[in-house]
């Protein structure tokens, strides 16, 4: 007996237009009263799948541009679309939807740095979506710093203290700040070593430290690994290693304690669960756990060390750097270009805690400007 579409699961039907390419979904939702119903359900939501591929390759079907002119695309699939497409995609492109204000300030709490948020005022949360994702744009195809003439960052020093300071965004280079900072910890013979911590729509977030073999543990960094290498996530042959989790996202190490071996303060281990506000890009879609693919570079080596029993020494540097998007990915991808050009934000001390809360309770002591912090 032949199958009809009328006999098949809508379950079913909703995967196989999820198969489809966005082109090709388009034509096919309005071929029936049926179809259309299926694609435009919220709960089957068929559309997902399709438009995610399309942001994955930057590489847009004609259809995606004006997707907000057709009601049976669910309005939820522009959370994705609004987190996740280049600023310049969606300010001179594509046609926006209207969202609710709920939904607005998802987009922007799910795309922009917490910080950030000093920039709303009494602007509604579109309007102030929209202005900010201007303001990266622009910041990113210009050397134009008026709307922020100084960039925060801050420095954890390896006492437990962390500093939030602030520089002229005009002529703001964290490699000369940070040689600076070398210089004055009687390390400027060594050399920095960039680390990519997290990758979100328009920031990533760079630490900038040396990275060598300590001649005394009372130059260790300890804060500064556990920036960067969340506790109670072990790395074994660059592959790391949960040692406990769930299957709602949340990580759950072993109950236990770590102390520093430079102080009496013990930390007990947190429970980690995936970051959502800001969303990371991909490649580390699983931080603060390891994402696999090549794309999480945290990780070297294993153990309380890591390669050639190197550590972090002295202060490190954490500053969120703007990338420009590009066709197939992103400008200066290597880490070791991250700091190479000045497009920079302000990294606050609400930044910090957004995407590393376990730090909260082993810094010390926060210091607005400089201060005491060897």
């Not at 607005?104 to 979506?129: A, I, M």
């Not at 804060?223 to 949340?250: E, M, T, W, Y």
């Amino acid at each position: 007996m032949p199958t009809t579409l009328e006999s098949l699961p809508v379950e079913l039907i909703a995967k196989i237009l999820g198969d489809l390419d966005l082109d090709s979904l388009v034509k096919v939702s309005y071929l029936s009263q049926r179809l259309r119903h299926i694609a435009s359900d919220t709960s089957l939501n068929p559309w997902r799948q399709p438009i995610l591929q399309n942001l994955a390759s930057h590489n847009y079907e004609p259809s995606f541009c004006h997707l907000s002119l057709r009601s049976v695309v669910p309005r939820s699939n522009w959370i994705d679309i609004l987190t996740l497409a280049p600023p310049g995609f969606l300010l001179f492109q594509s046609s926006l939807p209207n969202l609710k204000a709920t939904e607005w300030e998802e987009c922007f709490r799910r795309r922009f740095l917490p910080g950030w948020l000093k920039w709303k005022k009494d602007y509604t949360w579109r309007e102030s979506y929209l202005k900010i994702l201007y303001r990266v744009w622009h910041r990113t195809h210009t050397n134009c710093t008026t709307d922020e003439a100084w960039t925060k960052y801050i420095v954890l020093n390896r006492s437990g203290s962390v500093n939030e300071l602030e520089s002229s965004s005009r002529g703001f280079s964290p490699m000369a700040i940070f040689a600076e900072m070398q210089f004055q910890n009687n390390l400027s013979h060594l050399p920095a070593t960039i680390r990519v911590v997290a990758t979100f729509s328009d920031v990533r977030v760079l630490a900038i430290g040396v990275f060598h073999t300590p001649r005394s543990s009372l130059t260790v960094n300890q804060n500064a690994r556990a920036f960067i290498q969340p506790p109670g996530i072990a790395a074994a042959d660059s592959h790391v290693v949960d040692l406990k989790s769930n299957n709602q996202g949340f990580h759950n190490p072993p109950y236990g304690e770590e102390r520093s071996s430079t102080s009496a303060v013990s930390y007990s281990l947190p429970a980690y669960k995936k970051l959502l506000h800001p969303l990371p890009v991909e490649s580390q879609r699983n931080y603060p756990l390891y994402t696999p693919g090549g794309g999480d570079r945290r990780w070297f080596g294993s153990g309380s060390v890591e390669e050639n029993g190197q550590q972090w020494v002295g202060g490190l540097m954490v500053t969120a750097q703007l990338i420009r998007s590009r066709v197939g990915g992103y400008e200066g991808d290597e880490p070791g270009s991250g700091a190479s050009w000045n497009q920079f934000a302000s990294f606050t001390w609400q930044d910090l805690l957004t995407i590393a809360p376990w730090m909260k309770e082993r810094v010390t002591k926060f210091i607005d400007g400089p201060g005491l912090g060897i």
